[in-house]
């Protein structure tokens, strides 16, 4: 019997309900495997400016963020801009790349892209979104969607009007992160809010925002109604969190499982240094809850080969079947 989707975009359907963030400088080729090894349900790529893509020629780096691997469905490719001519132009140079999915951010509230009326810089600019939207649903052969957040402050939280216009215009989904520009990824991220734009569209809604375990999957959609959930911060060094696996649960053994793929998955795809390089602030997270467990020659190798003898000296340090909780509750206990 064949599986239905949860929800389609579009006509793109989609299988799960916990999807990956588009994180810049973690949502790579490597990490995205991974996480849909687990179940990440979609596969958002690092966010690309417009002007990168504008050239006659890609610069490799920009062109590698928009890199997919045969069979990373749906693939939704992830740009920023400020001018809708540019973001059409953009877009249509992608397409021919092959997204199932274009995506604009309206999140980003980093000021070097926000303050330029980028990111979330442009929902104070309604009628820049309507532009945008409007080119993009009418020249574009694949679905367009757009990432949001609440607004830019608590004084202009203009998220249902921009929910709205991004239907009226021809979104086919919208991912909310609860919180607004000003406060970043301080204080708590607003689920009645994700659940005021669920009501006031018909389209998908993703939302973002806070969901740190397994049970805050299900408790955000039983709270917003929202169609699926984007994890972010919680999910570095943790794709377990997709296969909804608490990582207090997981055994030593299956931690070094996933770092020993994931390096091997790095230094495939960047070449031996840069993968080790690059994997290091991956492997931070992956150990950073367990006690007494020493790294530094993990993080200071370049050599693949040497990173596994110490990989495995660590596995040996730790029988493989003790699960994290336990060592953490050791430890608290010792140190009483």
Not at 28 to 39: E, F, M, Q, S, T
Not at 50 to 73: C, I, N, S, Y
Not at 227 to 247: H, K
Not at 254 to 259: L, P, R, S
Request: glycine letters at 8%.
């Amino acid at each position: 019997m064949m599986q239905q989707p949860l929800f389609t975009v579009g006509d793109v359907p989609v299988f799960g309900d916990a999807i990956l963030s588009p994180m810049a400088g973690y949502s790579d080729v490597p990490y995205r495997a991974l996480c849909r090894a687990y179940g990440s349900a979609m596969h958002y790529t690092e966010f690309v400016p417009v002007e990168a893509l504008l050239g006659k020629r890609v610069h490799e780096r920009f062109r590698q963020r928009l890199d997919t691997q045969p069979g990373e469905h749906p693939m939704v490719f992830q740009i920023f801009g400020n001018n809708a001519q540019m973001l059409l132009d953009a877009a249509r140079r992608i397409q021919e790349w092959e997204p199932d999915i274009i995506d604009i951010n309206m999140g980003c509230a980093t000021r070097k892209v926000s303050g330029r009326g980028a990111g979330v810089g442009m929902m104070p600019q309604p009628k820049l979104i309507e532009e945008t939207f409007k080119l993009l649903s009418q020249h574009l052969e694949v679905p367009v969607t757009g990432k949001i957040r609440l607004g830019w402050d608590a004084t202009q939280e203009n998220f249902l009007q921009i929910g709205r216009i991004l239907e009226q215009n021809g979104a086919a989904l919208i991912a909310m992160h609860g919180r607004t520009k000003v406060q970043k990824y301080g204080g708590q991220a607003n689920w009645d809010a994700i659940a005021e734009l669920k009501q006031a569209v018909s389209v998908p809604v993703i939302g973002n925002g806070d969901v740190q375990t397994p049970q805050d999957i299900d408790r955000m959609k039983a709270h917003t109604g929202c169609d699926a959930v984007m994890i972010g911060r919680a999910a570095i060094g943790n794709p377990w969190i997709f296969a909804r696996q608490r990582r207090e649960e997981l055994q030593i053994g299956e931690i070094i499982k996933a770092v020993r793929l994931h390096a091997r998955e790095m230094v495939n795809y960047y070449g031996e240094t840069s993968g080790l390089r690059q994997f290091r602030k991956h492997l931070k997270q992956y150990f950073e809850d367990i006690p007494d467990i020493e790294l530094d020659r993990l993080l200071s190798t370049e050599s693949f080969a040497e990173f596994g003898v110490f990989l495995g000296e660590v596995e040996t340090a730790v029988p493989a079947d003790v699960h994290i909780k336990n060592l953490q509750e050791s430890l608290s206990f010792h140190s009483a």
